[in-house]
């Protein structure tokens, strides 16, 4: 899985989380789910990470929208990783329908408590 989809939203800690995600393996390309406030404050990005950013004050179907129309044609990709750690049920619903609209499949990415990276759904 070369592409990582994350969230930089709320959540205390969570950002650290999403940090060592992006540090835990040579990702191709890194899309930061994000708001304004999210694009002016995370500044421990790679140079290959590329910020989608929202307005979490819309509905979740027109956050669907701004996420899609900023990942269309972007990902070339059968599968992505997903971090969900970070942020609200409204934008984890958007970028979920977002991701299956694009026709994306996923596999979502966690730490484990070593701070490895752990893929769901898949036993080592």
Known sequence: MPTLIACIST???TWTEVTK???SQPWNKIFLITT??????FTTRPANANLVLIDT???ASQIT???????NNQISDF?????L???SGKEHMAILEAILELGLNF??????NANQLEIMGIKR
């Open 11 to 13: 959540g205390k800690g």
């Open 21 to 23: 995600i992006m540090q």
């Open 36 to 41: 304004t406030f999210g694009q002016e404050n």
């Open 57 to 59: 004050f819309l509905d």
């Open 65 to 71: 929208e701004q996420i899609k129309k900023q990942l």
């Open 79 to 83: 599968e992505v990783a997903l971090n």
């Open 85 to 87: 750690a970070s942020g």
């Open 107 to 112: 596999r979502l990415v966690t730490l484990n």
